[in-house]
């Protein structure tokens, strides 16, 4: 294994943004993603980038808006806490059109709420990042590789639709060690004629902004970004499967969940059960069809998720509230167990075959 | 045996895995123990995930009141000068990671060395991002030495790639560690192996530590 390193995940995200292309970084710091800033904090002078801690969250997003107007790959990144603080930012950059990557960490909240690892900040992220009508493209890691390579994803799908691409990890994703391949590809060039680098008098000069004082006007911008979220959804949604293809109860999990359900499903299948695993890696766009397809051929759903449950009101939509769709959780920096969750593929096999 | 061993190194070394192993192994032998982390960088996984092991084998720990709780403060906890104050006990002193995580051990540093009855081992790992070569750990280390007012009397190369590392993986590395001892004139005191790789190692290197691997391991496969 020459061409792997032991890496954290923090760390190996902060190397793919660099990978990525990314040279601008402004951050504050906050446990569990502060390794992201200390890892930039020595990387980006090595190789002539920005590194910059603002004064606040607020300070950093508003940096990030001035670096994506001028066309350039820039990142922030924080947990929970720091993200709400970074909302209305989140919101201009959606009205603006602007590509950026945001990095959300996620501890317990609400309010200052932990440092221990949580998804609470689903919703947050797929419906309510900020006010108005938008949608940021999320992406779910799940082992410190793909918070490289999904980062190094993400900058890519935030050029190619001009949109916030959120990474949300939760602190497990930012602590843990593992090897990790920074062997990424090359990166796509964009046409980025629309941002704003100066005239030199020989152009009409480029505008970024969110206000249109003409509701007709705005109506129009609100239209062509939700046609495109429509084509986003048709096209970029990502999930993993894992022995999915006749299982009875279907478990669906992201990130640090997933990888406990996996192990659930590998006790659950030895017990005579069989369970398999649909792990989202695209939160926003959230893989319906293939849970649709899914709910055909299964009896039951368990939802694992380190909040009180917010995804599976996705996956009930999802499946039209076709099959019953169970919760295991824990929440408030505790991760659910294996056995926790096989628990609860068990009640899910006993209702999934009363009904 | 030096009454007290301190571990330090560059940021995500395993110094605090090495810790615990080294505690458990002083406690098997019978000594009195105590096992102390500086660690105030690190708020996640450190000493105190191994607690229960540790506790069972009559290891006294002491750890901020605050790792691993809801309050994100680098604090330490006054119990910490045990270490340098209560002499009956060996001690084993996890030293947070870089130059920022030794800070800390400034402020045990003169009675240390009033005593001088310590080693202070500087722990590598080749496969971490920023320290693959020889000539970065050994930057590492004047830097931790500068930051916390001790010198190092030897290395340890902990060179892994977590779960997944081979015995190769180890071997490989120890051209590396060598280079260190012979740039810093310290010895290298030992090899960590994990215990099922010592067989594949012990023919190539010699003075081995045998490492057991302390994490929650419901979610470490994927």
Redesign the interface.
Known sequence: MADKVLMKGNEALAEAAIMAGCRHYFGYPITPQTEVAAYLAKRMPQIGGTFLQAESEVAAINMVIGVASAGKRVMTSSSSPGISLKSEGLSYLAGCDLPALVVNVQRGGPGLGGIQPSQSDYFQATRGAGHGDFHMLVLAPASVQEMASLVFKGFDLADKYRMTTMILADGTMGQMMEPVSLDMGSVNEYDKSWAVTGTKCERKHNIINSLSLLPEELEQWNIRRYDMYKKIEEREVMYDEYMTEDADIIVVAFGVAARVARNAIVAAREKGIKAGLVRPITLWPFPKEILKQRAKNAKAFVSVELSTGQMIEDIELAIRCTRPVLLASRVGGMIPTPEEVLEKIEEAQKIGGEA | MKRVTLFAGHY?SGKTNLAVNYALRLAEMGKKTMIADLDIVN???RTRDSEKALADAGVRIVVSPFA???V?VPALPQEMYAVTDDKSYFAVVDVGGDDRGALALGRLAPALMKEDDYEMLFVM?F????T?NAESAVAVMREVENASHMKFTGIINNS???Q?T?GE?IIRTHARAMEVSRLTGLELAATCVREDLIGEVSPKIENLIPIRLHF?D?????
């Open positions: 995500g708020p996640y996984f691993n709780s809801n994100d790992n496969y971490r991002p920023l693959t892994n790639l977590g997944q081979t993986d929650r419901e979610w470490a496969i994927f």
